[in-house]
């Protein structure tokens, strides 16, 4: 775990039980684009100025339990290092453990948003080049590629003419890519 999220761990024993679980669903919602837990909700366990850091050891402890496959033991003793107390560690590892499937589906997709673009669809087309302004004949084979592009920006579109070597790389290329994701998923 990080130094940071680590050192503010021990904020999580103010927590009882019932608190921390409530506060680790809150923090999973968060993960998940639900919501993220509000400071009137914990207002009597935290002060405002501890408030973020709080909150921050939380998405740490999630993300670093569930994202590293943690199990129930390895969790509590975690919290267990920071000080807190034993039943208060076990709700809080059944909590992760209740949203562990959630916050991977989270984690993934986040991971997959990591470029600002995705490929929507693509089309292509194969052209014989028979000459151009320089040569007279050249008979090469050329491939045109259309991609549709969705991103934060908007729809894109994206033409590329490939040569049979550029054809080659870019296969090469997309299925090394696919590979990685394929193994994300995993």
């Known amino acids: 775990m990080s130094t940071v999220a680590s050192s503010h761990l021990h904020l999580l ?11 680790i669903h809150g923090v999973a919602d968060d993960w998940c684009s639900r919501g993220s837990p509000r400071y009137q909700d914990y207002g009597k366990v ?13 998405r740490q402890l999630v993300s670093v339990s569930i994202g590293k496959s943690k199990s129930k033991e390895e969790i509590v003793a975690l919290l267990s290092e920071a000080g807190v107390e034993d039943d208060v560690a076990q709700a809080a590892a059944s909590a992760l453990e209740a949203r562990r499937d959630d916050v991977l589906r989270a ?11 995705h490929l929507k669809d693509f089309d292509w ?5 028979m000459s151009s302004d320089k040569l007279a004949s050249v008979r090469k084979p050329v491939v045109s590629v259309d991609l549709s592009l969705d991103g934060h920006s908007g729809p894109q579109k994206v033409a590329l003419e490939l040569d049979k070597e550029e054809l080659k790389q870019m296969i090469q290329s997309l299925e ?9 998923k995993s």
């Open 13 to 23: 024993r103010r927590c009882s039980a019932d608190n921390i679980q409530q506060f």
């Open 46 to 58: 935290w002060p405002i100025v501890e408030w973020k850091d709080a909150v921050e050891a939380g």
């Open 107 to 117: 984690l993934k997709a986040n991971s997959a948003t990591i470029s600002r673009s």
């Open 125 to 129: 087309r194969v052209q014989l080049m």
């Open 176 to 184: 090394n890519a696919n590979r990685v994701v394929q193994q994300l």
